[in-house]
Each structure stands twice: as structure tokens, then as C-alpha cells.
């Protein structure tokens, strides 16, 4: 054999041994089965499920026969949000509304039952299951709305107060009951769980709504109510308003006459009293008194254009021309209350 010839042969060699130990490694590799704690994992040989791997224990490393021998079918174990779109329902009284729900579902939990062997067998993906959730539940919701009349199903106690906790609403007990009919399933009773192996978590109504064709003329209807409500509470507001300004007005009334009876009364105390002191110091010096009011009248009377023609015997003249008398002069006061003589001015 010549060196040329060998050369063929140990690279096919080499070739072979390369094809052998990727052969070997993935069949090693496929023997594998990591169990994530997320997971249920089925473990199937030769078509026939062999293993089953739903417990908090099975968690980890195990093995099986390689592929395509053995195979593993892994399905998420988390519980799974299904929320399909809304669909108009028409309600007993005939009104068409348009409702939304949503489901929270999981395969069932580790069991004698083994509950993810028959969701494999009744649906075998998430996807399937799905759909036969969206076909059950919009049944029982469209049943179940059609058996209440729209005003019961909108129906609220309080409109200012929010949710209670004590008393559950028509939607919640609406919810209640459409959760209890997806996990029974069928009417002969078979639970839903027995037969497809999914355990229904939640299930809830999350929004009911009109029709967008019928939200316009639905608003409109609110809004002339609202404003129906609005008119009753400002007319009611107006009366309240009168009546107040009206006692307010009454009592304004009856303040100010009593404070001006009050001022005419006390004005007139203070004139009667400033009447007998006035008079007490004109009986105290009458002469000052009539010469006080003789020199007042000379300032209003007398001016530079002023000419004053007076007869000889007018006091004005004598002040005049004898001057004011003297204050050592005695005179005789008069008595308090005794009426004051005063002499008329002559012009």
C-alpha cells in the first residue's frame, strides 16, 4: 500500500470517528431531561408515556432513552392569562351590550390523577386549550346575561358611594357563578379539571359596555339625566338661597331700626343735656353771655362793605360806644332753670 492510499483512509477514519462522537454526544445530550420548576414534563418512549414529571420533588436532573427512542413534551405549569375580546350579548330585556371577561387557568397540580397526562391527551397545547375555554365560556356568558335585564345588571344601591365589602354586587355574583360553571364543564357534572385536566383559577366579567354604535345616543340619555339631577339640586339651592337672604334681609331690617331708635334716643338724651349745661353757664354770667353773642354778631355783620345804621338806644351801639362793660361790675345770677332775657338786634 502506498503512502497516497493511507492518506484517504485515515481521513475517512478521522471523519468516521468525528461523526461517531456527535453521534454519541447527542444521543447523551437527548437522554438529558431537565425538570424547570416552571415546567410539567412528559417523558414518552417509543410513543407510549413512560415518565411524568408534576411534582415540587421531580424538580431537576433526570434521564431517558435517547431521541428519537424517547422524546419529552414540556408544558408551562404557571397559571395562564386568557382574556378574549368582547362580544355583543343581548340581554333579557333585549338591549345589546358588549362584554369582556378574562379566565386565569393552569394545568393541574401534581395528583393521583396526574392531571397534565390528561390535558396531553384531551388538548395537548396551551393554544387548544384556549379555544375550548373561549368556546365554554362565551356559552355560559351568553346565557347567563341573557337570563338579567340590562337595568339589573347595572344596577347599583349608591352612586356616590364605591365598592363595599360587605355586600357583593350583580357582577361580582354573575362572576362567581361563571367561574363555578367552567370548572363543573359539562352539564352531567364532570368536573373540568377530571376531564381536561385544566383548573380554573379566576374567572371575572371585566368590563361591560355599550355597542359603539349605541354609546352615543347612550352618553347623550346620561347626560340629559345628569343634567335633570343638577336643575333639581340648583332649584333647590335657589329656594334654600332665598329663604336665607330673605331671614338675613328681616334681621337687617330689625337691627337698623332698633340701632337708629337707639341713636334718636341717645342723640336726644345728649341734646336735652347739653341744653341744661348750656343754660347753667348762661345763668352762671348772662352780661358775659350778652356780650359774647354782641361780638358774634358784629363778626357776621360787620365788614369793609358794610354800613350799619343803628339807633341811640340799641345795645349794639352803646357796646359801641361805651365799650364792654366792666367785669368787676357785680351782677346778679340768675337761677338754674330761670329763663335767660336776650335783647333783639336792630339793623
Same mark, same amino acid.
Given at each position: ?101 378574562? $379566565? ?235 329763663? $335767660? ?7
Amino acid at each position: 500500500m502506498t503512502k497516497e492510499d493511507s492518506q484517504p483512509r485515515s481521513w475517512l477514519r478521522r471523519a468516521g470517528l468525528v461523526v461517531l462522537f456527535m453521534v454519541l454526544a447527542s444521543a447523551v445530550g437527548s437522554s438529558i431531561v431537565q425538570v424547570d420548576e416552571t415546567e410539567l414534563v412528559l417523558v414518552e418512549r417509543l410513543g407510549h408515556i413512560s415518565a411524568v414529571y408534576d411534582r415540587p420533588e421531580d424538580r431537576g436532573l433526570h434521564f431517558k432513552w435517547p431521541w428519537p427512542i424517547g422524546a419529552a413534551r414540556r408544558f408551562d405549569a404557571r397559571v395562564q392569562l386568557f382574556d378574549p375580546p368582547g362580544r355583543e350579548i343581548f340581554t333579557r330585556d333585549k338591549k345589546n351590550i358588549t362584554v369582556e371577561t378574562f $379566565v386565569c387557568w393552569r394545568i393541574g397540580q401534581s395528583g393521583s390523577n396526574q392531571s397534565v397526562v390528561t390535558f396531553f391527551r384531551s388538548l395537548g397545547s396551551h393554544e387548544a386549550a384556549a379555544a375550548r375555554l373561549e368556546s365554554r365560556l362565551r356559552s355560559i356568558v351568553a346565557t347567563r346575561v341573557g337570563q338579567l335585564e340590562l337595568s339589573n345588571l347595572l344596577r347599583v344601591d349608591d352612586p356616590e358611594a364605591g365598592p363595599s365589602g360587605l355586600k357583593a354586587g350583580v357582577l361580582e355574583d354573575l362572576s362567581r357563578e361563571i367561574r363555578e360553571q367552567l370548572q363543573q364543564g359539562r352539564a352531567d357534572g364532570e368536573p373540568l379539571l377530571e376531564r381536561l385536566g385544566i383548573e380554573i383559577v379566576d374567572a371575572r366579567i371585566k368590563r361591560i359596555n355599550f355597542p359603539l354604535g349605541n354609546q352615543q345616543a347612550v352618553f347623550e340619555r346620561m347626560k340629559s339625566e345628569r343634567q335633570k339631577i343638577a336643575d333639581r339640586y340648583r332649584s333647590a339651592g335657589l329656594a334654600e338661597s332665598t329663604v336665607i337672604r330673605s331671614h338675613a334681609d328681616r334681621q337687617s331690617a330689625e337691627l337698623i331700626a332698633k340701632a337708629d331708635a337707639d341713636a334718636e334716643r341717645i342723640r336726644g338724651e345728649a341734646e336735652a343735656e347739653s341744653t341744661a349745661i348750656l343754660n347753667q353757664a348762661h345763668a352762671a354770667d348772662p352780661e358775659f353771655y350778652r356780650t359774647m353773642r354782641t361780638l358774634d354778631a358784629y363778626r357776621t355783620i360787620l365788614n369793609d362793605k358794610t354800613t350799619l345804621v343803628l339807633s341811640a338806644s340799641s345795645s349794639m351801639l352803646k357796646m359801641l360806644t361805651e365799650g364792654v362793660p366792666d367785669a368787676a361790675t357785680p351782677t346778679k345770677p340768675k337761677s338754674v332753670g330761670e329763663p $335767660v332775657g336776650q335783647k333783639g338786634i336792630e339793623n
